[in-house]
């Protein structure tokens, strides 16, 4: 399997520290509004690699923090009138349910930065020990000229960064040694969330929270770090940096950065104002849709968001869903005896094809390719003539690579037999005052919207 570096800038062949276990950290939202789309491509991206991974047989351990403190979300809290905790609790519940919708599996952890303040202040306190940082005036600055590497992620070099940044100290922070120098830990000002530390009440800067809750629930060496190709510089820079510097050890093996997603060819952000929320698209769609557009672009590529595109990928995703319901549901029909082989062996072919896309730095979009190419195939082959045995590993085949993919075979329609099967069943139920038994039918029954009314001449059912 390979997977392209950003830090060779190119693609290597994929090694873990553990044999079968991958150590795996993407950095989350700062949580001070709904998210837009544009964040839910790294989102969508990463719990697919995450999902491929796991397709291969590795243990992942998958980290993605909420960062909880920010300018932004102060600002927020003081436009409301609250405190900060509200604005971030409540966007990180909303958060929550705008990945549920999107199939997003829940990180393995999802650290919360001001739950590790502890840890940042000792990194911090490190970090001075060693001669990284220095303090002055309750501001605490990382001493990048100390880093011999900086800039070994994102190719810049300091003397160019100096000189195409002359600004830099002339924005109040002229008490740095350097201007590249970045903040670690600033002191509070009025109004502001702060924590006691060594150099007074403040709070951390953004990068630090990383290297700690990385360094806290992987180990201080990972696999995989991940993010939005604009978080290279200086985000990503300033953690290698931070952690390199305490650990003496490089940090991440592989730097993965998804491209931007667009809209009208530029970058949707909250700053531009030309975002479309997540919460929106939901209105009009399935988010499985949102999902299945995503993956249709390679990773690194910019995707342009538009209407006409979430129509076509619904289309496609209705496309496969129908066919993944029709080899659920003509199984049955299938003859137990007859020719498996051509069956079997255009499954295996199709299985390969799918390992081959995704081995090759996670190419979702050939990969949803052979997924077509198997509906297209699956529809050709008749029940009646096609064993159960060649059915089964076709059908299994292609839920696989749903799976990987986020794509779900739809929820099979009771027949009307199989209801009246469950109310006999709740009516045994009762009589042997199982009641637990028979709300339970009931309650499953109600869920798929079948609603049974009990009358003196026996139970009634309807759809809803
Ligand atoms: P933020 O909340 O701005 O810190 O962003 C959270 C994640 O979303 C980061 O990994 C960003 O790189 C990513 N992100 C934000 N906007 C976009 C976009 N338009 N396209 C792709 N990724 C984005
Ligand atoms: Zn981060």
Same mark, same amino acid.
């Given at each position: ?309 979430? #129509? ?5 995703? /209705?496309? &496969?869903?129908?066919? %993944? !319901? ?5 199984? =049955? ?98 009589? #042997? ?5 028979? /709300?339970? &039918?009931?309650?499953? %029954? !109600? ?5 049974? =009314? ?11």
């Amino acid at each position: 399997m390979k997977i392209y570096n950003t830090l060779s800038r190119q693609k290597e062949e994929f090694t873990t520290l553990e044999p079968g276990r991958v150590r795996m950290y993407v950095c989350g939202p700062t949580v001070y509004n709904l998210i837009h789309v544009g964040n839910a491509r790294p989102m969508i991206f990463f719990d697919t690699v995450r999902r491929y991974l796991e397709y291969k047989g590795y243990d992942v351990n998958y980290v993605s923090n909420f960062t909880d403190v920010d300018d932004k979300i102060i600002r927020r809290a003081l436009e409301e009138g609250v405190d900060s905790a509200v604005i971030s609790e409540r966007y990180i519940e909303e958060c929550k349910k705008d990945m549920a919708g999107m199939d997003v599996r829940p990180a393995t952890t999802n650290p919360k930065a001001t739950e590790e303040i502890g840890g940042m202040i000792e990194m911090i306190q490190a970090l001075i020990e060693k001669g990284f940082a220095y303090e002055v005036n309750g501001t605490v600055y990382y001493r990048v000229r100390n880093f011999k590497r900086y800039g070994m992620l994102s190719g810049k070099n300091l003397e160019d960064l100096v000189s195409g940044n002359r600004t830099l100290l002339v924005t109040g922070e002229d008490e740095k040694e350097y201007p590249m120098d970045f903040v670690l830990w600033k002191p509070k000002k009025e109004g502001e969330p702060y924590w006691e530390s060594p150099w007074g009440q403040g709070r951390p800067g953004w990068h630090i929270e990383c290297s700690v809750m990385s360094k806290k629930y992987l180990g201080e060496q990972i696999d995989i770090h991940g993010g939005g190709e604009d978080l290279i510089f200086p985000h990503h820079e300033n953690e290698i940096a931070q952690s390199e510097a305490v650990s003496g050890k490089p940090f991440s093996r592989y730097w993965m950065h998804n491209g931007f997603l667009n809209i009208n060819n530029q970058k949707m952000s909250k700053s531009l104002n030309n975002f479309v929320l997540v919460r929106d698209i939901a209105k009009k769609y399935d988010l499985g849709v949102l999902r299945f557009f995503m993956l249709s672009a390679h990773y690194r590529n910019p995707l342009n968001f538009s209407e006409e595109l979430m #129509a076509s990928a619904k289309n496609g995703l /209705d496309r &496969i869903e129908t066919a %993944l !319901a029709r080899l659920r549901d003509e199984a =049955e029909k299938c003859p137990e005896e007859g020719a498996a082989e051509p069956v079997l062996e255009a499954a295996a072919k199709f299985r390969a094809d799918f390992e081959a896309a995704m081995d090759d730095d996670f190419n979702t979009a050939d990969a949803i390719s052979v997924l077509f190419e198997l509906v297209k195939f699956a529809n050709m082959q008749e029940p009646g003539e096609t064993p159960r045995a060649a059915w089964d590993e076709l059908r299994k085949t292609a839920l696989d690579i749903a799976q990987v993919l986020g794509v779900k075979e739809p929820a099979q329609e009771l027949l009307d037999k199989d209801i009246e099967t469950l109310i006999e069943e709740r009516q045994a139920a009762r009589k #042997a005052k199982n009641y637990a038994r028979a /709300d339970e &039918i009931r309650n499953s %029954l !109600a869920a798929q919207g079948i609603l049974l =009314e009990d009358t003196r001449e026996g139970v009634k059912w309807k759809r809803a």
